[in-house]
């Protein structure tokens, strides 16, 4: 089977700006949205290994979206899709 981040444009979901993958078998995540690097605006991937890392990364997200960044609030809202995702998965095993 093949990872679902292999290609983000058919198993991606987009929140606004950000795309999110996730990979139930793996149980990780990889988000992409555009940043600002500098005085240019390049697209980023994180991936985020566990549901622990995602939560921790979508409170830094929220924070960053209450400061007015609007590109965080896409990235929390897909950080929080992928949490959910993993959650039911992990929830099943048990």
């Known amino acids: 089977m093949t990872s679902p981040h292999l290609n983000p444009e058919a198993h991606g979901i987009a929140f606004g700006a950000a795309v999110v993958t996730v990979d139930q078998d793996l149980g990780d995540c ?45 990235i929390a809202r897909a950080l929080k899709f992928a949490a959910q995702q993993l959650a039911s998965k992990q929830g099943k095993r048990r």
């Open 30 to 74: 990889i988000v992409r949205a555009p940043r600002k690097v500098g005085m240019t605006v390049s697209p980023v991937s994180r991936r985020f290994n566990s549901l622990d890392e995602i939560e921790g990364a979508r409170t830094q997200q929220l924070r960053l979206e209450a400061g007015g960044d609007a590109v965080a609030g896409d």
